[in-house]
């Protein structure tokens, strides 16, 4: 009990654990208390408004309704899944103490069934912040069905946490560790794309097309067949209108997984993790390696700017996190192009914002060698430009991309989208060269608290961008406001160069 | 091989014939770090800087490569005064922390690839000195691999490959031997000692006191920011009383002299 309670801890503290100036913490602070609260009440309010005004059906919904909560629950399954992922190769691989607890004299069965406990209780935990102000209210209401959220909930946690370490198991032996980790975060973020996709194409779709498409779909939600209402795949949502048998049979079969997966995979996982420590041989090339050095000097630091970036799997997870959310913008573009201009204009030129500032957050705060380049003869200002540009070029090519498909429909639009991604880009970046301070690559997840001021800077550059863009595209006289704005954002990174002194004199 | 890998530029008198030239050099942080510093190295000199921890060698070193500014006092660096040269005597110096500034992503050719475009050297003549340096120092069975998964002697050893690329004039090193095993310290101290045979300068730190005692052709003493004693190994052998001493025995005695 003592080592799950410490697993439970762990997961506590990597959860709420922040870097604040350069310095560690953990826990949540003071104020995030105060807001970790008000959200918890909001939340019961909000619960307590949607519980009381709907028609009250016991634990017979209506069949759209049961659909719509077995749908939502699969989309809560996989983001379960994928958070469980994460953490089974994080608390498994990546944490560093196994060597300490399988030294010690406590058995692996015990070491191993703590750890997943551990995390199945964080996972379901993690769910349960949004879902049980419902049972709670629920409770409070006298619809006691409700509570049957805390068993659901639990019982998605230990499946998904059971999936996920079989799977762990298998892709960490396939793709290594990091990799592996990667994959759970960059599930997440599909899974949210592809939500947004499929709302966005049920609205863009022709009338006719829309109503094809659902009576194809028609046959397989009618009486008797597979996604039948009532039957078996939904005894989930089921569960959580409070069918007594469902619940104990969703708890049974979640717990059967669990306890199965427990005794089959921990001797697997032991035997790989020595395996993993014992083969730390390295091996050496016997052919020659014939490395042709670059003759265009000014693209030698930028090369090595995305060699580093795109050899870093867990950055590269990170960017690729926010490239996702320009997918979808695409995807409008392609098939409504003439609609969606001014909207789509100025989403993709906040997007691009934000990304130029994440990958100047790497190449400029995260360089790993300033001492290099401080002892280099190589001015400020070429170290600088190259920065700039190694960050800017892969953060323009979404929006380059979007405007050649934008193009079709209007020209005039495309080319706002590059002036303003570009504009945006360059204030992301200043900023960053600016205003941040020197981090360490491994503190990127962390860098927009540890510097709040410098990331509401980048962040309001680039909606003020995003806000010119949308005015453009909508030939608006509004515009001259946001130019303002933007140019006193500027003056405040500048001023900000002048008064923190944090920019990087390499 | 190691020798002829080094072309030091051609000695110019007008330069002095001083590689560093260091007065009334003052520092502090909290507390006085480097209190009123001179001293000066030759050209040609194998100069290692001893000192308990502490006494302000990385700093001293600091402050020559420009890493840090000095509260008051002189540099002149290679006859340069360093306040308004800064440029042209970067590219005739290199430094070589105790940390070695590597990057974890890129194999070792790359890494040499970035630092000859750092000193603006024409690619053929970096790619052939990377290839020379790379076979002398015995890391071309790992040019395929990054840099992240090198040992300690390894990543040092690629550091000053990287340090050596762009042959330069005046090399200054803080605690190159720490971590190294036997075959490694080997090869980096016979690298060092080809460099000085060539004409070039080094400047050192180490915390190996047979090693200065072995190669350094003279040697400052500082504690607690200040020079304590500098001079060949005969001079401080004089000074300590006996010429059978060693340097540990020279060293001991006056760190320990209040």
Same mark, same amino acid.
């Given at each position: 009990?003592?080592?799950?309670?410490?697993?439970?801890?762990?997961?506590?503290?990597?959860?709420?654990?922040?870097?604040?100036?350069?310095?560690?913490?953990?826990?949540?602070?003071?104020?995030?208390?105060?807001?970790?609260?008000?959200?918890?009440?909001?939340?019961?309010?909000?619960?307590?408004?949607?519980?009381?005004?709907?028609?009250?059906?016991?634990?017979?919904?209506?069949?759209?309704?049961?659909?719509?909560?077995?749908?939502?629950?699969?989309?809560?399954?996989?983001?379960?899944?994928?958070?469980?992922?994460?953490?089974?190769?994080?608390?498994?691989?990546?944490?560093?103490?196994?060597?300490?607890?399988?030294?010690?004299?406590?058995?692996?069965?015990?070491?191993?069934?703590?750890?997943?406990?551990?995390?199945?209780?964080?996972?379901?935990?993690?769910?349960?912040?949004?879902?049980?102000?419902?049972?709670?209210?629920?409770?409070?209401?006298?619809?006691?069905?409700?509570?049957?959220?805390?068993?659901?909930?639990?019982?998605?946690?230990?499946?998904?946490?059971?999936?996920?370490?079989?799977?762990?198991?298998?892709?960490?032996?396939?793709?290594?560790?990091?990799?592996?980790?990667?994959?759970?975060?960059?599930?997440?973020?599909?899974?949210?794309?592809?939500?947004?996709?499929?709302?966005?194409?049920?609205?863009?779709?022709?009338?006719?097309?829309?109503?094809?498409?659902?009576?194809?779909?028609?046959?397989?939600?009618?009486?008797?067949?597979?996604?039948?209402?009532?039957?078996?795949?939904?005894?989930?949502?089921?569960?959580?209108?409070?069918?007594?048998?469902?619940?104990?049979?969703?708890?049974?079969?979640?717990?059967?997984?669990?306890?199965?997966?427990?005794?089959?995979?921990?001797?697997?996982?032991?035997?790989?993790?020595?395996?993993?420590?014992?083969?730390?041989?390295?091996?050496?090339?016997?052919?020659?390696?014939?490395?042709?050095?670059?003759?265009?000097?000014?693209?030698?630091?930028?090369?090595?700017?995305?060699?580093?970036?795109?050899?870093?799997?867990?950055?590269?997870?990170?960017?690729?996190?926010?490239?996702?959310?320009?997918?979808?913008?695409?995807?409008?573009?392609?098939?409504?192009?003439?609609?969606?201009?001014?909207?789509?204009?100025?989403?993709?030129?906040?997007?691009?914002?934000?990304?130029?500032?994440?990958?100047?957050?790497?190449?400029?705060?995260?360089?790993?060698?300033?001492?290099?380049?401080?002892?280099?003869?190589?001015?400020?200002?070429?170290?600088?430009?190259?920065?700039?540009?190694?960050?800017?070029?892969?953060?323009?090519?979404?929006?380059?991309?979007?405007?050649?498909?934008?193009?079709?429909?209007?020209?005039?639009?495309?080319?706002?989208?590059?002036?303003?991604?570009?504009?945006?880009?360059?204030?992301?970046?200043?900023?960053?060269?600016?205003?941040?301070?020197?981090?360490?690559?491994?503190?990127?997840?962390?860098?927009?608290?540890?510097?709040?001021?410098?990331?509401?800077?980048?962040?309001?550059?680039?909606?003020?961008?995003?806000?010119?863009?949308?005015?453009?595209?909508?030939?608006?006289?509004?515009?001259?406001?946001?130019?303002?704005?933007?140019?006193?954002?500027?003056?405040?990174?500048?001023?900000?160069?002048?008064?923190?002194?944090?920019?990087?004199?390499? | 091989?190691?020798?002829?890998?080094?072309?030091?530029?051609?000695?110019?008198?007008?330069?002095?014939?001083?590689?560093?030239?260091?007065?009334?050099?003052?520092?502090?942080?909290? =507390?006085?770090?480097?209190?009123?510093?001179?001293?000066?190295? =030759?050209?040609?000199?194998?100069?290692?800087?001893?000192?308990?921890?502490?006494?302000?060698?990385?700093?001293?070193?600091?402050?020559?490569?420009?890493?840090?500014?000095?509260?008051?006092?002189?540099?002149?660096?290679?006859?340069?005064?360093?306040?308004?040269?800064?440029?042209?005597?970067?590219?005739?110096?290199?430094?070589?922390?105790?940390?070695?500034?590597?990057?974890?992503?890129?194999?070792?050719?790359?890494?040499?690839?970035?630092?000859?475009?750092?000193?603006?050297?024409?690619?053929?003549?970096?790619?052939?000195?990377?290839?020379?340096?790379?076979?002398?120092?015995?890391?071309?069975?790992?040019?395929?691999?990054?840099?992240?998964?090198?040992? =300690?002697?390894?990543?040092?050893?690629?550091?000053?490959?990287?340090?050596?690329?762009?042959?330069?004039?005046?090399?200054?090193?803080?605690?190159?031997?720490?971590?190294?095993?036997?075959?490694?310290?080997?090869?980096?101290?016979?690298?060092?000692?080809?460099?000085?045979?060539?004409?070039?300068?080094?400047?050192?730190?180490?915390?190996?006191?047979?090693?200065?005692?072995?190669?350094?052709?003279?040697?400052?003493?500082?504690?607690?920011? =200040?020079?304590?004693?500098?001079?060949?190994?005969?001079?401080?052998?004089?000074?300590?009383?006996?010429?059978?001493?060693?340097?540990?025995?020279?060293?001991?005695?006056?760190?320990?002299?209040?």
């Amino acid at each position: 009990m003592w080592l799950l309670k410490h697993e439970c801890r762990i997961f506590f503290y990597s959860f709420s654990v922040a870097t604040s100036s350069g310095k560690a913490t953990r826990g949540f602070p003071r104020v995030g208390k105060g807001w970790l609260i008000t959200i918890i009440l909001m939340l019961h309010l909000f619960a307590w408004v949607t519980l009381d005004g709907l028609p009250q059906f016991g634990n017979k919904p209506p069949a759209q309704l049961l659909m719509g909560v077995g749908g939502g629950l699969v989309m809560l399954f996989l983001m379960m899944l994928s958070y469980a992922l994460k953490s089974c190769v994080s608390t498994l691989y990546q944490r560093g103490d196994l060597d300490l607890l399988l030294s010690s004299p406590l058995d692996t069965r015990t070491i191993f069934s703590a750890k997943l406990i551990g995390v199945a209780l964080g996972v379901s935990s993690l769910a349960l912040a949004i879902l049980a102000p419902f049972a709670n209210v629920g409770l409070i209401l006298g619809l006691f069905h409700w509570i049957a959220i805390y068993p659901v909930v639990l019982s998605l946690g230990f499946l998904s946490t059971s999936l996920a370490m079989l799977s762990s198991l298998c892709l960490v032996r396939i793709i290594g560790v990091r990799y592996a980790a990667q994959l759970g975060q960059l599930l997440s973020a599909f899974i949210g794309a592809v939500v947004f996709l499929l709302y966005e194409t049920s609205r863009h779709l022709p009338t006719e097309t829309l109503a094809k498409v659902i009576n194809h779909i028609r046959p397989y939600i009618s009486p008797g067949s597979i996604f039948d209402p009532k039957g078996w795949v939904y005894w989930p949502a089921w569960a959580l209108f409070g069918k007594t048998e469902v619940i104990l049979v969703t708890v049974l079969v979640s717990g059967t997984l669990f306890l199965l997966t427990l005794h089959f995979s921990h001797r697997y996982f032991v035997s790989s993790k020595q395996r993993i420590a014992g083969s730390v041989v390295r091996k050496t090339h016997s052919i020659a390696v014939n490395h042709k050095f670059s003759r265009i000097k000014w693209m030698n630091p930028i090369l090595k700017e995305w060699r580093l970036l795109h050899r870093d799997a867990r950055l590269l997870g990170q960017i690729s996190l926010e490239l996702f959310y320009l997918i979808p913008m695409a995807f409008i573009v392609v098939f409504n192009g003439r609609n969606a201009a001014p909207g789509t204009v100025s989403m993709l030129t906040f997007f691009t914002g934000a990304l130029a500032s994440s990958l100047a957050w790497i190449t400029i705060a995260a360089e790993e060698a300033p001492a290099l380049l401080q002892t280099s003869p190589v001015s400020w200002s070429s170290v600088r430009n190259s920065k700039i540009l190694a960050a800017l070029i892969p953060a323009l090519v979404p929006a380059v991309i979007t405007s050649i498909l934008l193009s079709i429909h209007s020209a005039t639009n495309a080319v706002y989208v590059i002036f303003c991604s570009t504009g945006a880009g360059i204030s992301g970046c200043l900023a960053s060269l600016y205003l941040r301070s020197p981090a360490k690559k491994s503190q990127f997840n962390a860098r927009m608290s540890a510097n709040i001021p410098a990331s509401l800077i980048e962040i309001v550059s680039s909606l003020l961008w995003g806000i010119i863009a949308f005015l453009l595209a909508e030939s608006s006289g509004w515009l001259v406001i946001p130019c303002f704005l933007e140019m006193c954002v500027l003056l405040i990174v500048i001023y900000g160069k002048g008064q923190y002194k944090n920019y990087h004199r390499f | 091989m190691a020798s002829t890998l080094f072309q030091p530029k051609s000695f110019d008198p007008k330069q002095g014939q001083l590689a560093l030239n260091i007065s009334g050099l003052c520092k502090a942080f909290d =507390r006085p770090a480097v209190i009123d510093l001179d001293f000066k190295v =030759r050209r040609g000199e194998f100069y290692v800087l001893l000192g308990p921890n502490g006494a302000g060698k990385t700093t001293v070193l600091r402050m020559v490569t420009g890493l840090l500014l000095s509260d008051t006092g002189h540099i002149e660096v290679l006859g340069m005064e360093q306040s308004s040269k800064a440029r042209e005597i970067k590219q005739q110096v290199a430094y070589l922390p105790d940390e070695p500034m590597l990057y974890d992503k890129l194999k070792p050719y790359e890494y040499l690839e970035f630092v000859a475009g750092l000193w603006g050297m024409e690619a053929t003549v970096a790619s052939d000195q990377a290839s020379r340096l790379m076979n002398i120092l015995e890391l071309e069975p790992y040019a395929n691999e990054l840099t992240e998964g090198f040992s =300690r002697g390894m990543k040092q050893k690629l550091a000053l490959a990287g340090a050596l690329i762009h042959s330069p004039e005046l090399i200054i090193l803080d605690e190159p031997l720490t971590g190294l095993d036997a075959v490694a310290a080997r090869q980096v101290k016979d690298l060092l000692h080809a460099h000085t045979l060539s004409g070039g300068t080094i400047i050192m730190t180490t915390h190996i006191l047979e090693v200065a005692e072995r190669l350094a052709s003279r040697i400052g003493i500082i504690q607690n920011g =200040r020079m304590i004693a500098e001079g060949t190994m005969d001079e401080l052998q004089v000074r300590a009383g006996s010429k059978d001493v060693s340097l540990e025995d020279v060293f001991l005695a006056l760190v320990s002299t209040p």
